[in-house]
Each structure stands twice: as structure tokens, then as C-alpha cells.
């Protein structure tokens, strides 16, 4: 059974970094690209960033370029996302998915921005 | 940068009903390989999104037979061929032609 499972969220003050994880199991994680994509309160799905499956492409909107890094661990079979520069407007649930097609996803985590 | 509109914003519909949402992108999603990346998920309350239709037109294993899709170029749509009461919740579009976007989603309600 595939499960993507995500940590690390919480509550921050805007402008310092945070670092969230996504574990990865029942499929071969170093075969596929992965995702993270952001809900903010009430709001629809935005996609924040995605990595290649060797972790040497990374894609990211301009909303988060310059502040945000995805990087992946295959041998731990973990995604993760570098959170730097954080605004309010990052509050939101983060999910991790995986591409091309977005078939999974996790069950998500609370990121809150306020000080 | 590619945005998809998705319409109606919010669709009343009564048990057994048949109805579509659309989904419009501002530039033609057929990738250079021929393949068109528009696919479609639900997200019930409460719960993250699950996959319905990959690749336009194809139905994702485990999803009921009344989904379907069709379009192409820049018009899509979803069809549900007789609403069931799990079906009830927020419809995205998604492009991965053109880096990925969302669609601003269309909620489907009991009537």
C-alpha cells in the first residue's frame, strides 16, 4: 500500500525557516518525481515545488522561487521542503504528492505563519 | 504562466443526476511528445485529493465508471454520470504540461 506521510509542521513567525518531511512507502520512491502543493484556510490547491527522481531538476512558481528548496533522500525514501523567508501567505496545509499525475497523496500538515 | 478556469464555481445537483465541469486553459495543454498531462481530482471534506482521471480521458483504478473525461487543446470537461451521495465536494482540474497548475476548483453540493 502506498502512504506518503508528512512532519515538521507548526506554527512560525514570518520570517524565520521551517522544515518539513514526507515518508515515503510501498512503492519504489527513486522511480517517480514528487510533489509538494499547499492549501491555504478554506482556499484551493496551489503547487509549491517538485523534484526530479534523481533530485537533480527542481521546479518551483514564482510565489515561492528564491525561498523554498525541495530535495529528496531515495535511500531514506524521504521528500522534503526547505521552508526559508516564511510570510503569512505560506499559511496553509502541505501535502506531499506523487507526480506525474498526482496519484497520491499524504494526509497533510498545518504550516501557521503569524507572530 | 498556464491558469485553468474552472466552471460552474459551485454545482447544485439532486442524487442520480448527471452533470459536467469545466475546465478552460489559457494555452493548448498537447506537450511537444503528443501527450495532453489535464487531469482531474476530488477532494471530499476533510480529506486530501484523490486521483479520478489521468491523461484527459483515463480512468484512474478504483474510480467508478460513471467518472469520465474528455477535450482537448485548451477544453475539458468532467462528467458524472448519475451522482452518488460520495461523490459530493470540491473538483479540481490539474495541468503538468506546462510546470503544473491547479484550477480554482468547483464544489458539488446536494441540491
Known amino acids: 500500500e502506498v502512504q506518503l506521510v508528512e512532519s515538521g509542521g507548526g506554527l512560525v513567525q514570518p520570517g524565520r525557516s521551517l522544515k518539513l518531511s514526507c515518508a515515503a512507502s510501498g512503492f519504489t520512491f527513486s522511480n517517480y518525481y514528487m510533489a509538494w502543493v499547499r492549501q491555504a484556510p478554506k482556499k484551493g490547491l496551489e503547487w509549491v515545488a517538485t523534484i526530479s527522481t534523481s533530485g537533480s531538476r527542481t521546479y518551483y512558481p514564482d510565489s515561492v522561487k528564491g525561498r523554498f528548496t525541495i530535495s529528496r533522500d531515495n535511500a531514506k525514501s524521504s521528500l522534503y521542503l526547505q521552508m526559508n523567508s516564511l510570510k503569512s501567505e505560506d499559511t496553509a496545509t502541505y501535502y506531499c504528492?506523487?507526480?506525474?499525475?498526482?496519484?497520491?497523496w499524504g494526509q497533510g500538515v498545518m504550516v501557521t505563519v503569524s507572530s | 504562466d498556464v491558469v485553468l478556469t474552472q466552471t460552474p464555481p459551485t454545482l447544485s445537483a439532486t442524487i442520480g443526476q448527471s452533470v459536467s465541469i469545466s475546465c478552460r486553459s489559457s494555452?493548448?495543454?498537447?506537450?511537444?511528445?503528443?501527450?495532453?498531462?489535464l487531469h482531474w481530482l476530488l477532494q471530499r471534506p476533510g480529506q486530501s485529493p484523490q486521483l479520478l482521471i489521468y491523461s484527459v480521458s483515463r480512468l484512474e483504478s478504483g474510480v467508478p465508471n460513471r467518472f469520465s473525461g474528455s477535450g482537448s487543446g485548451t477544453d475539458f470537461t468532467l462528467k458524472i454520470s448519475g451522482v452518488e451521495a460520495e461523490d459530493l465536494g470540491v473538483y479540481y482540474c490539474?495541468?503538468?504540461?506546462?510546470?503544473?497548475?491547479f484550477g480554482g476548483g468547483t464544489k458539488l453540493e446536494l441540491k
Open positions: 490539474v495541468q503538468g504540461t506546462h510546470a503544473w497548475t
Open positions: 494555452q493548448s495543454l498537447l506537450h511537444s511528445n503528443g501527450n495532453t498531462y
Open positions: 504528492a506523487r507526480h506525474v499525475s498526482f496519484d497520491y
